[in-house]
T-cell receptor, first 114, second 112 residues
Framework: KAGVTQTPRYLIKTRGQQVTLSCSPI?????VSWYQQTPGQGLQFLFE???????NKGNFPGRFSGRQFSNSRSEMNVSTLELGDSALYLC?????????????FGPGTRLLVL | AQSVTQLDSHVSVSEGTPVLLRCNYS??????LFWYVQHPNKGLQLLLK??????LVKGINGFEAEFKKSETSFHLTKPSAHMSDAAEYFC??????????FGIGTKLQVIP
């Protein structure tokens, strides 16, 4: 099976712009979670989608949003970018039906905000 | 609330010597615990996971971890470090569709 894919791998944006990141889960996985990774804060949970519905949400401002499509692919959007949004954004997929499942991570999208 | 504490931000070992990366957790319910490894510019790769079966869990690349409920610990070990083990290691609490909590990470340096 192909792994989790994320596009693009690298992005450079300026403050105030918006950005959309994409994640394609492993075939058959219906849950997609998003994480922000920064040197100072480590890995922070953004949100999780299952069957096109947001099932869990972390403590991020409303500028961070996401959605999931019927084929389980997910996008996250960050509006009005700030310098502090520079980070590696990771998505992870799992079947979505049990709490002890393993999450499989993609390679990440590295976002730089100037 | 649940939390994960990785007790060392950096660990340095010589090649061929044992590795110990420490992780303590706090959880109000029976935990699922994971160790992931991240090489530079890569995503996270699962090393091993504990889900209430055997307390000694064996993972890939010779790593293992022991779940100790009385000590609320899930330390990662390897008998003999290899240069390719140099990476950042993350302990995580919760799995699947739970809100997963990650530790801050431990950078492992392997000295030739």
């Amino acid at each position: 099976k192909a792994g989790v894919t994320q596009t693009p791998r690298y992005l450079i944006k300026t403050r105030g712009q918006q950005v959309t990141l994409s994640c394609s889960p492993i075939s058959g996985h219906r849950s997609v979670s998003w994480y922000q990774q920064t040197p100072g804060q480590g890995l922070q949970f953004l949100f999780e989608y299952f069957s096109e519905t947001q099932r869990n949400k972390g403590n991020f401002p409303g500028r961070f949003s996401g959605r999931q499509f019927s084929n389980s692919r997910s996008e996250m959007n960050v509006s009005t970018l700030e310098l502090g949004d520079s980070a590696l954004y990771l998505c992870a997929s799992s079947p979505g039906t049990a709490v002890r499942e393993t999450q499989y991570f993609g390679p990440g999208t590295r976002l730089l905000v100037l | 609330a649940q939390s994960v504490t990785q007790l060392d931000s950096h660990v340095s070992v010589s090649e061929g010597t044992p590795v110990l990366l420490r992780c303590n957790y706090s959880s109000s319910y029976s935990p699922s615990l994971f160790w992931y490894v991240q090489h530079p510019n890569k995503g996270l790769q699962l090393l091993l996971k504990y889900t209430s079966a055997a307390t000694l869990v064996k993972g890939i690349n010779g790593f293992e971890a022991e779940f100790k409920k009385s000590e609320t610990s899930f330390h990662l070990t390897k008998p003999s470090a290899h240069m390719s083990d140099a990476a950042e290691y993350f302990c995580a609490l919760g799995g699947g569709y739970q809100k997963v909590t990650f530790g801050i990470g431990t950078k492992l340096q392997v000295i030739p």
